[in-house]
């Protein structure tokens, strides 16, 4: 006579890998009777695509692996990886969002970098990182869209060179200071509060450490106050400004004696 399942005593304790079960499985059109061991039974790695039928709750334990295996968690096709978290996990009023912690060493201590999201976001928002590592001193930029570049810091050094209403001379180290961070110079400018109306054409030159950087002197044509409409446009010669080195402007060349107003703009990146 068969046994139900219902007439069964539950056993006390785990199945353990030695004990013997009886089992029956199909065979020629009947079934036959088999014995598995405890091992069969209890070891997971022996079914080869286990799935879940529920949750897997660890209640209080780890995902660990053996001999300093990864962990991999492969969503198929468009599935995402996602971290969540019961309201029991977060604050009492559940309005705080989860954090993922970052752990130092295990044999440094305990002390980790969190990371998380806002705690109220208006939509989802997904962050495409750049395809490798910036260069020292460059910072991370948003399109606006999510994609992520690296940049160097921009930065400029305006100076005025005069007062707004004494005509302008010729002459070295108009104005003298020291460059207050080392500098990638990438354009330069000059202005006039006044144009000149009339003979040769107003130049200005920039030097570091008494020495130009720059191969084309800025100039600004007769009745205009800004060189960036100058039919020669300047060219530099030597980008790298470095900390803390004495810039002079010098003024090589002027007019008719009515230009008044100078100022020298040097543009470019933080190095």
Request: hydrophobic share 35%.
């Amino acid at each position: 006579m068969g046994v139900k399942i219902s007439d069964l005593s539950p056993k006390g304790s785990k199945i353990a890998s030695t004990d013997i079960v009886e089992v029956s499985v199909v065979s020629g059109g009947g079934y036959v009777s088999r014995s598995v061991t405890g091992s069969e039974i209890n070891e997971l790695s022996l079914d080869t695509s286990p799935k879940l039928g529920g949750d897997l709750e660890v209640t209080g334990y780890k995902i660990i692996t053996d001999s300093d295996q990864d962990v991999i968690i492969s969503p198929n096709g468009v599935g995402a990886t996602k971290i969540e978290s019961n309201l029991n996990l977060r604050d009492t009023s559940g309005s705080t969002a989860l954090q993922v912690n970052l752990y130092e060493g295990f044999s440094n201590g305990t002390n980790y970098i969190g990371i998380k999201a806002a705690d109220t976001l208006s939509g989802n928002t997904t962050y495409t990182l750049p395809t490798a590592d910036g260069t020292s001193g460059q910072v991370l930029r948003t399109n606006g869209s999510g994609a992520l570049s690296w940049i160097s810091l921009p930065c400029e050094v305006q100076l005025a060179c005069s007062d707004e209403t004494t005509a302008l001379t010729t002459g070295t180290a108009k104005i003298t200071f020291r460059m207050p961070y080392a500098m990638t110079v990438t354009g330069v400018r000059a202005s006039l509060t006044t144009a000149q109306t009339s003979g040769s054409i107003f130049t200005v030159d920039i030097n570091e450490g008494g020495t130009t950087i720059l191969s084309t002197k800025l100039t600004i044509d007769n009745t205009e106050k800004t060189s960036t409409t100058a039919a020669t446009p300047a060219v530099i010669s030597d980008t790298a400004l470095a900390d803390d080195s004495e810039i002079t402007i010098d003024i090589d060349q002027i007019g008719d004696g009515t230009a008044k107003g100078l100022k020298v703009t040097i543009i470019g990146t933080r190095a």
